[in-house]
């Protein structure tokens, strides 16, 4: 069993940043791919960025591509995700999960490929 702790979010005026923290512990090596997920209110929950467990491999939706940065530290069994140039558009509940299936640049934007989900945790963005 994986579980995942998430820390961060909050409140931020638009083009400020925020980093999330997501920490495993458990079956950590069971984790092979972390993504991170958002969901708006009243919306479907969107794939934002994912990583895999060596952190050689990165992927990031179109509309966060060069604004959001994802990455690992293995030796802490965290992953990140670093926030920039945050938009309105970007308020949400976030949620990092966790794979045990391999690195697969078409399947990581799925969130029905992820069995273990952190708690969530709210970002909102001012205009």
């Known amino acids: 069993q994986v579980r995942l702790e998430q820390s961060g979010g909050g409140l931020v005026q638009a083009g400020g940043s925020l980093r999330l923290s997501c920490a495993a512990s458990?079956?950590?090596?069971?984790?092979?791919?972390i993504g991170w997920f958002r969901q708006a209110p009243g919306k479907e929950r969107d794939f934002v960025a994912a990583i895999s467990r060596s952190g050689t491999s990165t992927h990031y939706a179109d509309s966060v591509k060069g604004r959001f940065t994802i990455s690992a530290d293995n030796a802490q069994n965290t992953v990140y995700l670093q926030m920039n140039n945050l938009k309105p558009e970007d308020t949400a509940v976030y949620y990092c999960?966790?794979?045990?299936?391999?690195?697969?640049?078409?399947?990581?934007?799925?969130?029905?490929?992820?069995?273990?989900w952190g708690q969530g945790t709210q970002v909102t963005v001012s205009s």
């Open positions: 999960a966790g794979a045990s299936t391999m690195w697969s640049l078409s399947l990581v934007s799925a969130a029905g490929q992820y069995g273990y």
């Open positions: 458990g079956r950590t090596f069971s984790s092979r791919t």
